[in-house]
């Protein structure tokens, strides 16, 4: 039904900087909460980044004043621009969106994930 494509995933320096984009296509009526996970090896999953419909937003204390997520409504994209990386920012990277179908309710989709690696 819904489906989310990630790309813009890959290898940096320390200090680099990458945008990530995730875009959803399918049955969608509006979208309420875009966001971005990160999960490294051996660790849980956890919460980056989310951006709500009315354009507010909210950060890991990690990525603080580094990171910066934004949308294209017109799109049904998220981007989350990654600024003055660093070695800890190495993991796997989901996006996720709670969207409002046809049908009156809001369901969870996630994107299949993206490789960043921050790596002299």
């Known amino acids: 039904q819904v489906q989310l494509v990630e790309s813009g995933g890959g290898l940096v320096q320390p200090g680099g900087s990458l945008r990530l984009s995730c875009a959803a296509s399918g049955s969608i009526f509006s979208i309420n909460v875009m966001g971005w996970y990160r999960q490294a090896p051996g660790k849980q999953r956890e919460l980056v980044a989310t951006i709500r419909s009315g354009g507010s937003t909210n950060y890991a204390d990690s990525v603080k004043g580094r990171f910066t997520i934004s949308r294209d409504n017109a799109k049904n994209t998220v981007y989350l621009q990654m600024n003055s990386l660093k070695p800890e920012d190495t993991a796997v990277y989901y996006c996720?969106?709670?969207?409002?179908?046809?049908?009156?309710?809001?369901?969870?989709?996630w994107g299949q994930g993206t490789q960043v690696t921050v790596s002299s």
């Open positions: 996720k969106m709670a969207l409002r179908g046809y049908d009156g309710y809001v369901h969870d989709y």
